[in-house]
Nanobody, 116 residues
Framework: QVQLVESGGGLVQAGGSLRLLCAAS????????MAWYRQAPGKQRELVAS???????NYGESVKGRFTISRDNAKNMVYLQMNNLKPEDTAAYYC??????????WGQGTQVTVSS
């Protein structure tokens, strides 16, 4: 059974940085596409960043140049380095995985709060 566990969220002042981590269990991690999504209260869940099994990355427009997604296949980990955080980045951040067979799974989320 695939399980995703996020960590690294917290409270930070505007302009600060945080690094989110996602630990994935189960087999086939290296062949999986991974991503981070976020959802703020009253808003739809949106894509923050994604990374393919081959390491190709994609970012939401609002985070380009500030956030970096990466993965370590040896450790079954995905990371999201967030720099120059803004109050509008405040949200619950979720790790997402799509296996090579198309099966999708979500983590439980980690809260990021950016104060002005």
């Amino acid at each position: 059974q695939v399980q995703l566990v996020e960590s690294g969220g917290g409270l930070v002042q505007a302009g600060g940085s945080l690094r989110l981590l996602c630990a994935a269990s189960g087999s086939g991690f290296s062949a999986s596409a991974m991503a981070w999504y976020r959802q703020a209260p009253g808003k739809q869940r949106e894509l923050v960043a994604s990374i393919t099994s081959g390491g190709i990355t994609n970012y939401g427009e609002s985070v380009k140049g500030r956030f970096t997604i990466s993965r370590d296949n040896a450790k079954n980990m995905v990371y999201l380095q967030m720099n120059n955080l803004k109050p509008e980045d405040t949200a619950a951040y979720y790790c997402w995985r799509r296996s090579q067979w198309g099966y999708e799974s979500w983590g439980q989320g980690t809260q990021v709060t950016v104060s002005s």
